[in-house]
């Protein structure tokens, strides 16, 4: 199935040239998208090609050499489909990070072989295991300038390994060497380091295998109900929205939270089209037996699921800030956790995760860019999960109601 | 972004299964966006994607009907054949389709023809847009965008704000992790949501063949009088006008897209239908734009210039 893949590291550490090596060596580049990358690597540079154009988009980006906002590209071999998305290294951009890693199974996390691990790694290792990334290639890129040296490959990779271990939730890195400038270990094994034995990233990204999500049960946050109004479907009520966390069949008992009515399952449509199952990741509408008052924001859960979500209107949860405007305790926000949007207060900021050290330490507010973890008042009861355990259960986003503007991404842990 | 699938061995199950999948996120989108707006519209040009579109919103409210109404921005440079389709789609729908005019904008002076020798109204459909969706008080529109069809859409969200004056700021767009769409704008902004970011022109084929989605005859091969004009082949009649040394000829083509029909290309083709067109498809080594439109070939930033004015 399709892999998705984004990338990560400090600015400058090969990011989009790796993107456009993958690209070209896959022969995915179009032709008239190769001579307008030749076009403009002789307007923004020296001359030679520059693959990171091909991702690297827009008019500032490519005046400025630098990548600005995530990029999405698509690519298959025989074996597999991708999504790539490039995300940006500077710091100021590290939302787009969070972003691009939230819906990503494998982060490539980049390193220049000449500086070693940077703040902007140790971050980005921090965020692939707050966000949960399954799994994480760690590229020791721009080989070529430290004469391919198997000493300063391990150096790092030792260093970065020791990182991951310490973090919260411990990240497990798959490690290799590259030249993304030159393509050594990026789609062919690179003959200028003959020690080193494993996969080239190509293969590895076509053969690695994404640990599969737990299977809590069924859920469906209702998203929007279907009433058609005409004679022939005149009783009919479709529970809309998009099937997680276990499969769905007719007849299974179904309960409505937060509201605790039960009933059964007598149809699903898929696409308008009657099926007797559901699994995770489809879009559906259910009919159910009883005639329950159900609407946007409601949610239903298998009735004898393997795990329950918990009712609540008081969460804790890990935080990644976004906004110049800072995160006080006691200021309000809109809270939009699955089809449900309320308001939210927030009664305590509870810590600030260092990301350099992977250590935590008190904080009055949070500023953009920082991780933490708040505890926030709910003004309805929501339906949530561990993020670990059920994703679309415990991730949320808060939005500034004076702009509109998305402030933080929500990685819900708990109820208070 | 996909000539090398001829060579996947993907299994018609495979592909069936993964075109399903992006039907699910695209219902779904589709479905939060007609939920968390008040007054949403979907664009359509009578082209393949918008084909699609349609299609995936009639899916996902069966077997209720479309909440939304339908609109054409209408260049007045058309094909005859696209304007029939429309309208015989609206008619199976049972849709309501409103018609925003560019020759309008031009008439009561909102918009300015492009004066020289080839006069484009692809740019002007901004203008248009932008009023209609001023007049209709539209919060949302839904159009049929796909991220792989050039490097500045590659960049756009799913659901994509657009400020007071309809303009897209590429450096501040809202994040959306895990793809969580916030709808949340204030009176005189709009939305424009993309549910398609995620498909390619293969992926689109393989709907249209899967779903029997019907297109536009255009699409499909057919003779054709045209004139070669900077490597592309311009349809003779209409607003194509022949300048001096010009020498039209008859041609068999189809279209890889459909828009202003003063600066859309055809291809030589002799696909007839969609099977023969998905080789074509898989094959091919120049993107649909890339071949098919002259106005994002002028300059390298066309696309980007024309969505920060608030173009589809
Ligand atoms: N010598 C060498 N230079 C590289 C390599 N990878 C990237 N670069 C160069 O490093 C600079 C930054 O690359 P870019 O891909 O824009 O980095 P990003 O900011 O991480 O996306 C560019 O000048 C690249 O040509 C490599 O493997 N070797
Ligand atoms: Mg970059």
Known sequence: MVLRIATAGSVDDGKSTLIGRLLHDTKTVFEDQLSAVEKASTRYGDGSLNLALLTDGLRAEREQGITIDVAYRYFATPKRTFVVADTPGHAQYTRNMVTGASASDVAIVLVDARNGLTEQTRRHLFVASLLGVKLVILAVNKMDLVDFDEATYHRIVAEATAHADALPAPVVLNPLPISALLGDNVVDASTNMPWFKG?????LLETIE??????????????????????????????AGRLTGGSLAIGDLIRVLPGGQQSTVIGIDRGGVPQDTAQPGEAISIQLADDIDIGRGDVLVAAVASESPIVTDRIIADISWMVDKPLETGSRWIIKHQTRTAKAFVSAIELRHDVATATRSPAESLGLNDLGRVHLNVSVPLVIDNYDRHRPGGAAVLIDEATGMTCAALMIRDSE | MTMIDSGTQATPAEIKQSVAELEDEAITIIREVAAECRNPVLLFSGGKD??????LAAKAFRPGS?????????????????IVYRDILVEQYGVKLIVASVQESIDSGRAVEETGPRPSRNRLQSVTLLDAIAEHKFDAAFGGGRRDEDKARAKERILSFRDHFGQWEPRAQRPEPWNMLNAKIRPGEHLRAFPLSNWTELDIWRYIGIENVALPSIYFSHRRTVVERNGMLLSVGGPVVLEAGEMPFEEIVRYRTVGDASCTGAVRSMASNVDEVLVEVAAARITERGATRADDNFSDSAMEDRKREGYF
């Open chain 1, 199 to 203: 996969l080239p990233l190509l293969d």
């Open chain 1, 210 to 239: 994404v640990p599969g999500d737990h299977n809590v049960g069924a859920r469906l946050a209702v998203q929007w109900v279907i009433r058609p109004y005409s004679t022939e479907h005149h009783d009919y009520r479709g529970f």
């Open chain 2, 66 to 82: 479309l909440p939304f109404p339908v609109m054409h921005v209408d260049t007045g440079h058309n094909f005859d054949e696209v």
């Open chain 2, 50 to 55: 918008s084909a699609v579109l349609l299609h």
